[in-house]
């Protein structure tokens, strides 16, 4: 099967672009082109190693999700955050174009980059990469995260499984993933003296961190849209 493509352009100014070409496995859902030489020392497992992580040194040497950051910190080592950019996304579907800021434009590819890296914590995050939507805002974060999660237990119910209507799982996955992030700046924060790098992990985590204690109030406010479907029942 065809890798799955796609391309982020930032254009940074002064007739710099910047562009990632990330191809994901159609299977796995894990990014192909990876680094796999000379890797830095702050790709180390054990440096800034996540407390939750369930990986060993022996059998991986090098923390999986940084080593998909190296490109990123590496090219924008002089950006800083709140530089006014264009960011042109490339997909299969469609192209989104955005005049942002730096700090969003590489929050939204790092998001990506997690969801592929191979780290446990964040393959849950697989099926949105797969339907990547560049720029996504909080609401439909919350929107597409919580249709994903519900999908997925209805695939646990046909499979005879017990299936999670609470989404308690997903608080749960959000809670891992504030945990990881945080040890995730630590570690680009010993790899740049750059700021975009770092911002864009805390832009992320906004979001993460709050989503266990808010999703049943976002939930609420959009209860409205389905409408239809509760006067039906």
Known sequence: MTPIHISYRFSLGSGRDEVFDIFLDPDTLEIINQPAEDLPSWTALEFHQCSHCPFTSDTHPHCPLAVTLIQVIGRFNNV???NEIELKVSTHERQVFQKTTAQKGISSLVGLLFAASGCPHTAFF???????LPLASEDETYYRATGMYLLAQYLL????KQADLELVGLKKIYHNLHLLNTMVAERIRSATRSDSSVNAVVLLDMITNLMPFILDEQLDKIRHLFGSYLEEA
């Open 157 to 160: 119910h046909k499979d005879g």
């Open 80 to 82: 800083v955050s709140h």
């Open 126 to 132: 697989k099926p949105m990469a797969r339907y990547h």
